[in-house]
């Protein structure tokens, strides 16, 4: 699609926090709603966040009340805060948008479905040890 790798990945201690962000470009379509993903190894790739105009933000359970998702227009970014984490937020994050027949539909509507989504780089690798 265009979109540079994301980046912001590394290892930290349990409790510490990271910043993961990605490109959106200007020269390729945009979509409505654009997210978060994350697959660990043997683990199936599964939705950590997602948000869509003008501002509405969804959440795993697993990560509400310590990531935030957030698109900054002006710099054209997409970026995932994540704070207090912990072991089993280990894993590859990816950005992500859905595909051209679910560009239309509200993130809700393919939260739980990622294989509705077009996944934009080779992820960055997020370690918490503990």
């Known amino acids: 699609q265009g979109h540079s790798v994301e980046t912001g990945g590394g290892s930290v201690q349990a409790g510490g926090s990271l910043r993961l962000s990605c490109p959106v470009s200007?020269?390729?379509?945009?979509?409505?709603?654009m997210g978060w993903f994350r697959q660990a190894p043997g683990k199936e790739r599964e939705a950590v966040a997602t948000?869509?105009?003008?501002?509405?933000?969804t959440y795993a359970d697993f990560v509400k009340g310590r990531f935030t998702i957030s698109k900054d227009n002006a710099e054209n970014t997409l970026s995932l805060q994540m704070n207090n984490l912990k072991p089993e937020d280990s894993a590859t994050y990816y950005c992500?948008?859905?595909?051209?027949?679910?560009?239309?539909?509200?993130?809700?509507?393919?939260?739980?479905?990622?294989?509705?989504?077009?996944?934009w780089g080779q992820g960055t690798q997020v370690t918490v040890s503990s």
């Open positions: 200007r020269n390729t379509d945009s979509s409505a709603c």
């Open positions: 992500a948008s859905p595909v051209y027949e679910a560009e239309l539909l509200p993130c809700a509507a393919i939260f739980h479905n990622p294989g509705r989504f077009n996944y």
């Open positions: 948000i869509e105009t003008p501002g509405h933000t």
